[in-house]
Each structure stands twice: as structure tokens, then as C-alpha cells.
């Protein structure tokens, strides 16, 4: 997105027809820095540029586990750092000096762990795990309902193209995971058998219920009825000859030799340098030089705040008895579980409505994108969060995300939605309000 400037603002607001000043040297260098670089890296990440509604590599998916990968991105970065430093900070205004600032910072973060390569080599060998693996993003992508679309006869050529390359990404982790088998870095326990489990939900779908047959189950207008029985057939002898045998095949790795392999701890500080990478990934999350200890001493004042504030809460609602008496009954009273999972989409719903209703309130400039409440796909929900959110385009043309999950519905409380709907009024002085 591109900054605006103060001066720029200012003459906007003015009524005078006059032909517009060119933009001073530097602040035209810095933009012009930042579009190459981001044309660059939607080269390099076909699958960016896509979750952008960006069509230009849409028949692509990327290499990202390959050395090649990590070789381009590391050459990038401290191409644009060079870039960067050729740019007089000083002759930029104060929101461009941000942007510099702020575009230096995140490249020089990238450039970090690109150039630590006992920290790169971490990462690059752990490439899958129950949370943000290629096996449940990309499905979704390939599902009809996700990022890629499915308009034309070519959108659902480069669908069945990226799902080959898809398939050789899975075979492509199986070599990275034994690297780290040979490393000794390797992921917990805990984090292989949900990506187990979640291989062999989406391989027990078979075929013609499988997330990657759902373009082919409604069609565009436009799509002639020959190519429509093309690519259903295409689409289901792809799915049983590629994507199901290269599922099956990690997913018998990870069983039969790399799970046995796989620590018993979790947590990164248990894991062959995992406290370089704890370090790292707390100042990349932060922008701060916190150590670990300064983070958690910084969560045991939060978690003491709120139970400063949840004891207020108490008070307010009338209810006697301990404070874990208290938390109990908020995690295991019937009233603040969902009677079913349309119950809990509803709650959401609602909460949309109210947002749409008041938005216009607090801001002018709405965005044209618009939002959607999904439920996360069935292969995905023992692990995924209560809710996620999967951010549309910035055009409109396909719809930001929130994903809730009513897998597990009881543990799914109505008062974390937040709705007005659930609202609870317990009796005064009850000895458990109950």
C-alpha cells in the first residue's frame, strides 16, 4: 500500500487546478524500491501473489523447502538493503522515513535468519507442522472456497497444475525431515501425530468428497458441458493417482520413521537450538531485544492483571464463592455453551450484523472487501483454532475469512464470542450462580 504524505494530504485539501509537483527524488527512489522488491518476491512466491487475486503465476506454487528458495530470498534482502542504503534518509519527510524505517527493519530481520544457518537450518527442517503446513493451507486454496479462483477454463488448469506441484512439495518435506532426522532437530511428538491425524482426514475423504474435487462440483457459467466431464474426470484421476498417494506416502513416513524419531518434549527451548530460535522469533514477533525470561515475567504480570480484573467481574455478577470456583463455572456451565455448532455460527453472525450496523460510526473509508463466516473444514478442526481469520483482497473480488471451529462444542464458551446475544445475568448472592 502506498503511504501518502503530509504535503500531499495538504494539497489534495486545496481547491486550485494546477498540475500536480513531482514527487522529490528520494521519496520517488523509495517507492520505487519498494514495488521492485515486491514484484520480485511475488516472482519468487507465486502463491503471495495469488492470495492477492494476483494471476500472473497462478499456474505455480513455489518451491519454498528447497535450498534454491532460501538462496533467493537471502540474495533479495540484502539486494534491497543495498538498495535502501543508496536512498538519503534525511531528505524523506517523516512518513516516509517511517516506511524506510520500517522496511529496513523487516529486512533486515529476513536477512538474519537467511545468513544464520544453524537458525535457518532449524527451520528448514521442520518443514510441516499441525498449525501452518503446506497439507492445510494449500487444500483450502485448491477447495473452490479459498484464495485461488475458479472463473475460467484456465483458472481450473492452473488449479490442477499447482496441485501436481503440491505433490511434490510433500514428497520434497519427507527429504527435509530427514535431514533433520540426521541433524538431530527434529519436531515433538505431540506436533506429528496431529499432522497424522490431519493426513488421514483429508486422505479418508476420498475422492469425489475430497477438498481438492470441490471446484468440480458446481462450474461457472461459461465452462462448456464437454470440459466440465473433462475435468471432473481430470480432477478425480488426479486426486486418486497423485494428491492421495503423495499424502499417503508422508503420512507412512512420519509413522513408521519419523515419529519414533521425534522428541517426547515440546517447546522449542527442548528442541537441538531451539532457544536461537526462540530468541530470534521473539524479537521478529516484538521488535524488542526481550530475552525469554523478560517475556514470561511479562505474561505472569498480564495473567495477574486479569485476574485482578476477573475478580471485579466476580463482584459485578454476584457470584460467591473462590475465584477457581469462578473460573470453573465460566469454563463448564451449561449456559455458556453452545447448544449446537449453528448456535455458535449464529453468535458470530450476530456479532457481524452489529459491526455493520455501527461501523459506519467510527470510520468513513470502509473497505470494499467483504466478510464472510465460514466454519474451518472438517480435516482441520481437532487442531485448528476456535477462530481464525484469512484475509481477502484488497479489490473486493474475494472475501475476507473468519473461520470458527465447533469441533469439540462444549469447550467452544459463548462469552468468548463476545456476542450480545449471550448475555448472562446470574442471581445475586447465589451461592454458585448456577
Known sequence: MRLVSFATLIALAVPVVAQPLPAPPEHARLFALFQASDEAELRRNPIEALSRGDLRY?????????????????????????????????????????????????????????????????????????FSGIHLWYPDIASGKGAAPFNTLADYENNLKRNAQYAALLDESIARFRQGMREKI??????????????????GQGIENSTFYGPVRQFPGGISAKDQQRLRAAYAAQIRTVLIPAETRLMNFLKSEYLPAARPTIGLSKMKGGMRMYDYLIEANTTLPL???????????????????????????????????????????????????????????????????????????LPRTPLEIRPVPAYQEKTAA??????????GTRPGVFYYNSYDLPSRLTWEICGANWAWRPTLGS???G
Open 291 to 365: 530475552t525469554a525470561d523478560e517475556v514470561h515475567q511479562l505474561g505472569l504480570r498480564e495473567v495477574d492483571r486479569i485476574k485482578r480484573e476477573l475478580a471485579e467481574q466476580q463482584k459485578i455478577v454476584g457470584f460467591n464463592g473462590a475465584p477457581k470456583q469462578f473460573y470453573a463455572f465460566l469454563r463448564s456451565s451449561p449456559r455458556f455453551q453452545p447448544k449446537s455448532a449453528v448456535a455458535l455460527r449464529d453468535g458470530y453472525l450476530a456479532i457481524k450484523a452489529k459491526v455493520e450496523q455501527r461501523i459506519t460510526e467510527q470510520f468513513a473509508l
Open 386 to 395: 476456535g477462530g481464525s481469520y484469512n484475509p481477502g483482497t484488497a479489490d
Open 186 to 203: 527434529v519436531q515433538s511428538r505431540l506436533t506429528i501425530r496431529n499432522v497424522i491425524d490431519q493426513l488421514n482426514a483429508q486422505i
Open 58 to 130: 497462478a499456474d505455480k506454487l513455489g518451491d519454498p523447502f528447497s535450498d534454491a528458495h532460501y538462496d533467493a530470498e537471502r540474495a533479495a534482502a540484502a539486494s534491497d538493503l543495498v538498495a535502501l542504503r543508496a536512498i538519503d534518509r534525511s531528505r524523506l519527510d517523516a512518513v516516509d522515513q517511517l516506511a524506510y524505517d520500517s522496511f529496513e527493519w523487516q529486512t533486515r530481520a529476513s536477512l538474519r535468519l537467511l545468513t544464520d544457518r544453524p537458525l535457518l537450518l532449524s527451520l528448514a527442517v521442520r518443514p510441516i507442522d499441525h
Open 431 to 433: 451461592g454458585s450462580a
